[in-house]
Nanobody, 119 residues
């Protein structure tokens, strides 16, 4: 499995921006896609965005479309989540995940990074 390490979380005011990074181990040649999920206190984990590793095809949750952008740097084995126009309801722990086959469960997860958006 791919080892994943997130970074870039923090405290930001509503309307501000943050960029999250997810560094993957070198074993990315078996990766089909990578994704960001988030979990707010008292809520279930939810999908945020994903990108296919080779083609760079992206998909987003409706709640973040137009505000968040996922991208990947295959040379650096890193996935990014650029978050703009942040809202208080974006506050959550953000997790990076990877999987080797489409339609399967994400088998590799990072430890998470906290994003807090204040008024």
């Amino acid at each position: 499995q791919v080892q994943l390490v997130e970074s870039g979380g923090g405290l930001v005011q509503a309307g501000g921006s943050l960029r999250l990074s997810c560094a993957a181990s070198e074993r990315t040649f078996n990766t089909y896609d990578m994704a960001w999920f988030r979990q707010a206190p008292g809520k279930e984990r939810e999908f945020v965005a994903r990108v296919t590793w080779r083609a760079g095809i992206t998909a987003y949750a409706d709640s973040v479309k137009g505000r968040f952008t996922i991208s990947r740097d295959t040379a650096e084995n890193t996935v990014y989540l650029q978050m703009n126009s942040l809202k208080v309801e974006d506050t959550a722990v953000y997790y990076c995940a990877a999987r080797e086959l489409p339609g399967r469960e994400f088998g590799s997860w990072g430890q998470g990074t906290q994003v807090t958006v204040s008024l």
